[in-house]
Each structure stands twice: as C-alpha cells, then as structure tokens.
C-alpha cells in the first residue's frame, strides 16, 4: 500500500502516524513548497489515479503500490519540483 498527501504541520510527526499504522518506508519527502503546490500536486495524482482507474484501498489517499511508479512520475515532473532537484 501507498500513502500519498500534504501536511500542513510537521511531516515527521504525520510520517510518524504512517508508519504506526504499517507504512515505514518514506519514497520522496519535499518540505517547504510555494505556497499552492503540494495541494496541486495532490489534486493531479488524485486525478490522474481516477483517470487510471486506481482506487483507494482505504482512505481517500491510500492506493495498491503498484500505483507508485504513476503518483512518482506525477511529482517527479512537476516543474516545481523539477527545479528543487536540480
């Protein structure tokens, strides 16, 4: 399983939650985004997983793993995110 979203507080407390709950491995972790990028990101993935027809297996964020490879190439090529990686 998957979990992908945004927080707006600690990230390390919500990564803390995740791996309580059975989620220990952290694939990508960006922290202070403009603002209006992780939740256009989030909506984008959440599209294009509609799109895909990929549905939650929990949650409105939980996804199969194989829904990976999609939600990483979604925040991979964001221009934002392109430019932080450089």
Do not use: C
């Not at 407390?13 to 709950?21: G, I, T, V």
């Amino acid at each position: 399983m998957v979990k992908f979203g945004i927080t707006s507080g600690n990230a390390r407390l919500r990564l803390r939650a995740h791996e309580r709950d059975g989620l220990d491995q952290v694939v990508r972790l960006f922290t202070g985004l403009p603002d209006g990028v992780a939740l256009e990101i989030e909506n984008n993935t959440k599209a294009a997983l509609r799109d895909a027809r990929e549905e939650p297996v929990r949650g409105r964020e939980y996804f199969p793993a194989r829904a990976l490879p999609l939600i990483l190439d979604l925040i991979d090529h964001h221009p934002v995110i392109r430019a932080i990686r450089l």
